[in-house]
C-alpha cells in the first residue's frame, strides 16, 4: 500500500528529529568522554550523593588509621600548630608501635627552630613517610580530564624534604566544594609528581605502581581510574567511617602498640577551625585527613569507584540511544504509550545507576536525562501538532461523510467503526414516498429546473423525518424511503412514522402549491408497513452502505403502488395499524381493502386516505 503524501512527510519530520536527537546526545556524549564541566555536573553531584546514601555505609580496610590533632591534643599542647618537638615524640611514638608508613598531612613549609627541625628530620627517618605539599594552580590548567598541572608548588621545608617523600594533598572538589575525585599525578616544576596518596601507598606496599591508559596497578591490585588518573572517591561514612585516634593519646603511651602496628598512619589536623574540612553525602563537615585516608583506603582494596573510560562510554551510548529511542517512541506511538514507554525505560535505567553504584560502578544518571528529554519533548509537542491537524483532517472527512450518509449513521459509525459488522434484524416503520406526475412536470421543466425541484424536495423530506426522528434510508429520484427503528429501535416507531407521513403529505402539499414548477400536478404518496427487517452492510469491502432489507421493505414499496394505483395519498398495512394500537394520532381511513399485493400469494388488508388536496 503506497503511503499517502502527509504521512511521507511525517515520516520525513521523524526522520530528521531523530537525526537531531542523535546530533544532541552525540554531543552530549563527546563532552562527557573528553571530561569537559558543564552545569550538569552539579546535578549529578546530587544523583550519587543520593545513591551513595542509597547503598549505605561500608566497611574500610584495617591497614589505614588516622593519628588525630584533635581538640584534645591542641588542649594538651596549648595551641596550635604543634611544635616541631612535639610532632617528632609524636613520629616517634608511631614508629616504636610498628607502624608500616607514616603519611602527614600537615605542611611544614618554614623552617623553625634549628634543633628542633633536626628532631623531626630525624623522627621521619625511621619510618617510611610522605609529607604534604601542596600545589596552586591556574583556573585554565585545573581540570578533570587531564593530569594537573600547577603553576607553583608548596614544597617541605629543608631537613624535611630529604627525611620524607613529598606529595600534594590536592583535592579535586566539585562546584559546590564537595570532594569527587584524588589527581594521582601533577605535572609540577619537579617534572610528573605522585599526589599524597599515592605516595603513601607506594611507601605502604614497597613496590611502585604502574599505570595503564585508565588504571593502575599498586602490588596485586589494580585500580580502575577517570580522566586524567584521578580516582573517584567514594566516601564509607560519616566523620570517623576511618578509626581515628587521638594524638593526644598515642603522646601519652595509652594505644595499645597492637592499634598501629603494620598499618599506615595518616596524622592530620581535625580540632575545631583548625585545617580544612570537606561536606560529604554522610557528613557536612569531614577534615580533609579523612578524605585523604579514604583515597589511600580505596588504593589498598577498599570498596571504591569504577568511573573509567569504559563507564563513560556506555554513558555516552546509553545518552545516545535514549534520546533517539525516546524521539521515535513518543513521534511514532500513540501519545501515552510512548510517554509511559519512555518513562518506564528511562526509570529502569536509573534503578540500574542505583544498583550498579551500591557495587562500585559510577554511571551517570544525568547525561542520559540530559541527552533524552529535549528531544523527547519535541516529539511530543511535534506529535500533538500532528495529531491536531489529523484530527482537523478527520473532521472534515466526518463532515464529508454525512453529506453521503444520514447523520444518525454517520455519528454512529464515527463512534463505533464495527457497527453492523455483522447484520442485525430487527422491528421497524417503514414508509415509501414518490412523487406522482412528477414525469411530466421533469419534461416541460428540463434538467436544471428540475434538479433545483428535487433538491427542494429531498431538503424538506429530510427536514420532516429528521423532526419526527426518523432515518432517510435512501432518495430514489422523485422517492425516498424511510426508515423508524434504526439504528435502534423504540416503542413509538410507528406513531412517529404515522406522524411523519401527515406531514409530510401537508408540507409537500403546501410547497407544491407555491412552487413555479406546477405543471403535472405532483402529488405525494405513501406507503407504510410495519415488520421484521434485516439491517446490514451491503456492497464490496472497500464501497459499502447501510440496508434494511427483507419482505417488510418489499411490502411498504409496494403499498406506495397501491396508493397511487387506488388515488390514494397514503397506504397503510394492518400491521402497521395493529404497531401504530388506538392511539399515537391514529385516524380512521377512507377505506379499508383486501388487496392483492404483487410477489404475495394471500391478499392483506390496507387502510387507505385519499386526502384531496383542496381538503387539505
Given at each position: 500500500?503506497?503511503?499517502?503524501?502527509?504521512v511521507?512527510?511525517?515520516?520525513?519530520?521523524?526522520?530528521?528529529?531523530?537525526?537531531?536527537?542523535?546530533?544532541?546526545?552525540g554531543?552530549?556524549?563527546?563532552s562527557?568522554?573528553a571530561?569537559?564541566?558543564?552545569?550538569?555536573?552539579?546535578?549529578?553531584?546530587?544523583?550519587?550523593?543520593?545513591?551513595?546514601?542509597?547503598?549505605?555505609?561500608?566497611?574500610?580496610?584495617?591497614?589505614?588509621?588516622?593519628?588525630?590533632?584533635d581538640d584534645?591534643?591542641?588542649?594538651?599542647?596549648r595551641?596550635?600548630?604543634?611544635?616541631?618537638?612535639?610532632?617528632?615524640?609524636?613520629?616517634?611514638?608511631?614508629?616504636?608501635g610498628?607502624?608500616?608508613?607514616?603519611?602527614?598531612?600537615?605542611?611544614?613549609l618554614?623552617?623553625?627552630?634549628?634543633?628542633?627541625?633536626r628532631?623531626?628530620?630525624e623522627?621521619?627517618s625511621?619510618?617510611?613517610?610522605?609529607?604534604?605539599?601542596?600545589?596552586?594552580f591556574?583556573r585554565?590548567?585545573?581540570?578533570?580530564?587531564?593530569?594537573?598541572?600547577?603553576?607553583?608548588?608548596?614544597?617541605?621545608?629543608?631537613?624535611?624534604?630529604?627525611?620524607?617523600?613529598?606529595?600534594?594533598?590536592?583535592?579535586?572538589?566539585?562546584?559546590?566544594g564537595?570532594p569527587r575525585?584524588?589527581?594521582?599525578?601533577?605535572?609540577?616544576?619537579?617534572?610528573?609528581?605522585?599526589?599524597?596518596v599515592?605516595?603513601?601507598?607506594?611507601?605502604?606496599?614497597?613496590?611502585?605502581p604502574?599505570?595503564?591508559?585508565?588504571?593502575?596497578?599498586?602490588?596485586?591490585?589494580?585500580?580502575?581510574?577517570?580522566?586524567?588518573f584521578?580516582?573517584?572517591?567514594?566516601?564509607?561514612?560519616?566523620?570517623?567511617?576511618?578509626?581515628t585516634?587521638?594524638?593526644?593519646?598515642?603522646?601519652?603511651?595509652s594505644?595499645?602498640?597492637?592499634?598501629?602496628?603494620?598499618?599506615?598512619?595518616?596524622?592530620?589536623?581535625?580540632?575545631?577551625?583548625?585545617?580544612d574540612?570537606?561536606?560529604t553525602?554522610?557528613?557536612?563537615?569531614?577534615?580533609?585527613?579523612?578524605?585523604?585516608?579514604?583515597?589511600?583506603?580505596?588504593?589498598l582494596?577498599?570498596?571504591?569507584?569504577?568511573?573509567d573510560?569504559?563507564?563513560?562510554?556506555?554513558?555516552?551510548?546509553?545518552?545516545?540511544?535514549?534520546?533517539?529511542f525516546?524521539?521515535?517512541?513518543?513521534?511514532?506511538?500513540?501519545?501515552?504509550?510512548?510517554?509511559?514507554?519512555?518513562?518506564?525505560?528511562?526509570?529502569?535505567?536509573?534503578?540500574?545507576?542505583?544498583?550498579?553504584?551500591?557495587?562500585?560502578?559510577?554511571f551517570?544518571?544525568?547525561?542520559?536525562?540530559?541527552?533524552?528529554?529535549?528531544?523527547?519533548?519535541?516529539?511530543?509537542?511535534?506529535?500533538?501538532?500532528?495529531?491536531?491537524?489529523?484530527?482537523?483532517?478527520?473532521?472534515?472527512?466526518?463532515?464529508?461523510?454525512?453529506?453521503?450518509?444520514?447523520?444518525?449513521?454517520?455519528?454512529?459509525?464515527?463512534?463505533?467503526?464495527?457497527?453492523?459488522?455483522?447484520?442485525?434484524?430487527?422491528?421497524?416503520?417503514?414508509?415509501?414516498?414518490?412523487?406522482?406526475?412528477?414525469?411530466r412536470?421533469?419534461?416541460q421543466?428540463?434538467?436544471?429546473?428540475?434538479?433545483?425541484?428535487?433538491?427542494?424536495?429531498?431538503?424538506?423530506?429530510?427536514?420532516?423525518?429528521?423532526?419526527?426522528?426518523?432515518?432517510?434510508?435512501?432518495?430514489?429520484?422523485?422517492?425516498?424511503?424511510?426508515?423508524?427503528?434504526?439504528?435502534?429501535?423504540?416503542?413509538?416507531?410507528?406513531?412517529?412514522?404515522?406522524?411523519?407521513?401527515?406531514?409530510l403529505i401537508?408540507?409537500?402539499?403546501?410547497w407544491?402549491?407555491?412552487a413555479?414548477?406546477?405543471?403535472g400536478?405532483?402529488d405525494?404518496?405513501v406507503?407504510?408497513?410495519?415488520?421484521?427487517?434485516?439491517?446490514?452492510?451491503?456492497?464490496h469491502?472497500t464501497h459499502?452502505?447501510i440496508?434494511?432489507?427483507?419482505?417488510?421493505?418489499n411490502?411498504?414499496?409496494?403499498?406506495?403502488?397501491?396508493?397511487?394505483?387506488?388515488g390514494?395519498?397514503l397506504?397503510?398495512?394492518?400491521?402497521?395499524?395493529?404497531?401504530?394500537?388506538?392511539?399515537?394520532?391514529?385516524?380512521?381511513p377512507d377505506?379499508?381493502?383486501?388487496?392483492?399485493?404483487?410477489?404475495?400469494?394471500?391478499?392483506?388488508?390496507?387502510?387507505?386516505?385519499?386526502?384531496?388536496?383542496?381538503?387539505?
Amino acid at each position: 500500500m503506497t503511503p499517502s503524501r502527509p504521512v511521507s512527510r511525517y515520516g520525513l519530520v521523524v526522520a530528521a528529529l531523530a537525526l537531531l536527537a542523535g546530533l544532541w546526545a552525540g554531543l552530549l556524549g563527546w563532552s562527557h568522554l573528553a571530561g569537559e564541566r558543564s552545569p550538569l555536573d552539579g546535578v549529578e553531584a546530587q544523583l550519587a550523593d543520593m545513591r551513595l546514601l542509597i547503598a549505605g555505609r561500608r566497611e574500610p580496610p584495617p591497614a589505614v588509621v588516622i593519628v588525630a590533632i584533635d581538640d584534645r591534643t591542641v588542649a594538651g599542647e596549648r595551641g596550635y600548630p604543634l611544635s616541631r618537638q612535639v610532632l617528632a615524640k609524636l613520629v616517634d611514638a608511631i614508629a616504636a608501635g610498628k607502624a608500616r608508613a607514616l603519611a602527614i598531612d600537615l605542611l611544614l613549609l618554614d623552617a623553625g627552630v634549628p634543633e628542633n627541625d633536626r628532631a623531626l628530620a630525624e623522627a621521619l627517618s625511621r619510618i617510611p613517610s610522605v609529607i604534604a605539599a601542596a600545589g596552586r594552580f591556574d583556573r585554565a590548567n585545573d581540570g578533570a580530564s587531564s593530569i594537573p598541572g600547577t603553576s607553583d608548588v608548596l614544597w617541605p621545608a629543608s631537613p624535611f624534604d630529604s627525611s620524607a617523600m613529598p606529595g600534594l594533598v590536592n583535592i579535586s572538589t566539585d562546584s559546590g566544594g564537595a570532594p569527587r575525585h584524588l589527581p594521582l599525578l601533577f605535572q609540577t616544576d619537579h617534572g610528573l609528581t605522585p599526589a599524597f596518596v599515592l605516595r603513601a601507598v607506594t611507601l605502604f606496599t614497597g613496590q611502585d605502581p604502574v599505570f595503564g591508559a585508565d588504571r593502575v596497578q599498586i602490588a596485586e591490585r589494580s585500580v580502575a581510574l577517570d580522566l586524567g588518573f584521578h580516582l573517584p572517591l567514594r566516601f564509607y561514612g560519616p566523620r570517623g567511617a576511618v578509626e581515628t585516634l587521638s594524638a593526644a593519646a598515642v603522646l601519652a603511651g595509652s594505644v595499645p602498640t597492637e592499634r598501629l602496628r603494620d598499618r599506615i598512619v595518616v596524622i592530620g589536623a581535625t580540632a575545631t577551625a583548625v585545617g580544612d574540612t570537606f561536606g560529604t553525602p554522610f557528613d557536612p563537615v569531614t577534615p580533609g585527613v579523612e578524605v585523604l585516608a579514604t583515597g589511600i583506603a580505596q588504593l589498598l582494596g577498599g570498596p571504591g569507584l569504577v568511573r573509567d573510560g569504559a563507564v563513560r562510554r556506555v554513558d555516552a551510548g546509553m545518552t545516545l540511544a535514549l534520546a533517539v529511542f525516546g524521539a521515535l517512541t513518543i513521534a511514532l506511538t500513540p501519545l501515552s504509550l510512548g510517554t509511559g514507554l519512555v518513562a518506564l525505560v528511562t526509570g529502569a535505567w536509573l534503578l540500574a545507576t542505583i544498583a550498579l553504584f551500591a557495587q562500585g560502578y559510577w554511571f551517570s544518571g544525568v547525561l542520559p536525562l540530559a541527552g533524552m528529554l529535549p528531544p523527547a519533548a519535541l516529539a511530543m509537542a511535534l506529535r500533538q501538532h500532528w495529531e491536531r491537524r489529523q484530527s482537523r483532517g478527520h473532521a472534515r472527512a466526518e463532515a464529508a461523510l454525512r453529506q453521503f450518509q444520514p447523520p444518525v449513521l454517520a455519528e454512529r459509525i464515527a463512534r463505533d467503526p464495527d457497527f453492523l459488522r455483522q447484520p442485525v434484524m430487527q422491528s421497524a416503520a417503514i414508509l415509501f414516498v414518490d412523487l406522482s406526475g412528477f414525469t411530466r412536470l421533469s419534461e416541460q421543466a428540463g434538467p436544471a429546473q428540475t434538479r433545483e425541484f428535487l433538491k427542494e424536495f429531498h431538503t424538506l423530506v429530510e427536514n420532516e423525518i429528521a423532526a419526527h426522528d426518523g432515518l432517510v434510508m435512501t432518495f430514489m429520484g422523485d422517492g425516498a424511503m424511510i426508515v423508524f427503528g434504526i439504528p435502534e429501535a423504540r416503542p413509538d416507531d410507528a406513531t412517529r412514522a404515522f406522524a411523519a407521513a401527515w406531514d409530510l403529505i401537508g408540507d409537500v402539499r403546501s410547497w407544491i402549491d407555491k412552487a413555479e414548477l406546477a405543471a403535472g400536478h405532483p402529488d405525494l404518496r405513501v406507503g407504510a408497513h410495519f415488520g421484521q427487517v434485516v439491517v446490514s452492510r451491503l456492497g464490496h469491502e472497500t464501497h459499502q452502505h447501510i440496508m434494511a432489507t427483507g419482505d417488510s421493505v418489499n411490502v411498504a414499496s409496494r403499498l406506495m403502488e397501491v396508493a397511487k394505483e387506488h388515488g390514494a395519498a397514503l397506504a397503510v398495512s394492518a400491521e402497521f395499524m395493529a404497531a401504530l394500537g388506538e392511539g399515537g394520532g391514529r385516524r380512521e381511513p377512507d377505506d379499508t381493502r383486501a388487496i392483492d399485493i404483487r410477489g404475495r400469494r394471500q391478499p392483506i388488508s390496507v387502510a387507505l386516505w385519499r386526502m384531496r388536496q383542496d381538503a387539505h
